[in-house]
């Protein structure tokens, strides 16, 4: 393992750490993880083996292999450091690691699952730094910024933030609440689990051994006198409609569904029985986003777009860029030619004539080819731009977008080792 210092820490306390724990596993493995990006730590047994992976910007990587004897001394300490019972290997268990101060921006969930082999553990590594992103740094477009901006000032009403698991609702929807957060609203959240305790909310978490549901919750946080409501995800019909009827009563609701773009939100809050009136009338926006990797700035390398790339562009309206850029690789992106990630969006509002049309029963198919007419910069069209930014490469804007895309030639250089 190579030495790798915090990020968020300054380079003299990311050293101090990494002596200080230096004979504490759980934490070192913190450190490094963090220190590498990664948002999940995967330890699995493989044979007299355990592999260790890291999740980068989205994309799994080998880390290191350890003994079996290290990696039971691994996983025995991290499940002391989250107070689980290492007696009991034989059933999943869930908790939170307790970290040290200096760590206090840092939540790391662990799971562990028996499987053939042995025990696999699973850690989340969350950030306060990247989970509190102002909304300037989320990736939106000066004119969708300024559309949420505004949107925000309407004061009530539904506003649904949807894409697919590991898309950045959380971070986008904690964006939103903070930007609306000034000390003259009463905000208050349900959430399973609840990701960070922020001190001007009040958060309520899922808890089903007390009853408490992600619907029973939210009518629970109805008598708290809000002004603004947060429900982590709505997950079924009757959640549906509580979050319906708390819009229609002037609170400001904002919560996430799973779906692909902004037509087929609509579709899925019809198939919860959410009828197009209701819909219509306490609409206040939608956010569908994806999140792709950002070009690591350092060794991207420019190209004159071939004639199915500048096809594509035309085939959107969208002028064809001179030149796009290839992810190479170097020390400061660790060889993958990426570096971070950046959030791809497409959003209504209340303000658009998309409301009119799901209040008239239009079908989803419909309502797409709409969005698309109104002008409405969609999912596709963001990703292009960002290619031709420089942002992104085009293969990862064909892989989040399904955008028809064959690969060109890439450029490639000798790969570097963490």
Known sequence: MVNILVPTLSDEEGTRLQAEFRDNPTITLVLRAQGARASDVHIDPMGEEYNVRFRIDGKISNYCRLS???GRTLITQLKITANLDISDPFHPKEGRLTLPEALHDLEVRITTVPVID???VSLRILSRLRLMRPMQQLGLTTEAYHRIEKMLRHGEGVVL???PTGSGKTTTLYSLLSAMDDGTRNIVTIEDPVEFDIPTFRQLPVDLKHGITMTSGLRILLRLDPDVVLVGEIRDAEAAETAMR???????VFTSLHTRDVASTVTALRDLHIDNRSLAGNLAGIISQRLVRRLCPECSRAEAPNEQDAAIFRELKLPVPASIRHPVGCTHCHGTGYFDRIGLFELITSDDGIVHAIEAGRSEEELRQLIQDHGTCTLQKDAL?????????MEDASTMTSLQFTPTSVVTEPSLTH
């Open 246 to 252: 708390a819009a229609s009563s002037g609170k400001y």
């Open 118 to 120: 042995g025990e696999a």
């Open 161 to 163: 933030v949807t894409g």
């Open 385 to 393: 731009q960002k290619v031709a930014e420089g942002m992104i490469s």
């Open 68 to 70: 079996k004897e290290v």
